[in-house]
């Protein structure tokens, strides 16, 4: 069983940064797959960002390239979400996600992910 704990979500102003962290739990996560979804009010989940389990393969929805950049220190079991450049339209709840590598690959649909966390809100005002 993985548990996924997310932390680091906030208010923040238009052009200013958060850096999210989501501390992983359970035998072997370090090689799970993880990814960052997102869920604005009265919308679906989307995909924001993934990452292989080594770290050595990335993967960005367009409207985050060159502002948010994933990454993870399996040592620590924690993957991180750097958010610079934030943007009104960034206001959701954020979900940390894993599953079992399968592929050495990035996933980016919610159905491939096995294990999800609580979330935590991140609120950008303009």
């Known amino acids: 069983q993985v548990q996924l704990v997310e932390s680091g979500g906030g208010l923040v102003q238009a052009g200013g940064s958060l850096r999210l962290s989501c501390a992983a739990s359970?035998?072997?996560?370090?090689?799970?797959?993880m990814g960052w979804f997102r869920q604005a009010p009265g919308k679906e989940r989307e995909f924001v960002a993934g990452i292989n389990w080594t770290g050595h393969s990335t993967y960005y929805t367009d409207s985050v390239k060159g502002r948010f950049t994933i990454s993870r220190d399996n040592t620590k079991k924690t993957v991180y979400l750097q958010m610079n450049s934030l943007k009104p339209e960034d206001t959701a709840v954020y979900y940390c996600?894993?599953?079992?590598?399968?592929?050495?690959?990035?996933?980016?649909?919610?159905?491939?992910?096995?294990?999800w966390g609580q979330g935590t809100q991140v609120t950008v005002s303009s």
């Open positions: 996600a894993a599953t079992v590598d399968r592929r050495a690959g990035v996933y980016s649909q919610t159905y491939e992910y096995d294990y």
């Open positions: 359970g035998y072997t996560v370090s090689t799970y797959a």
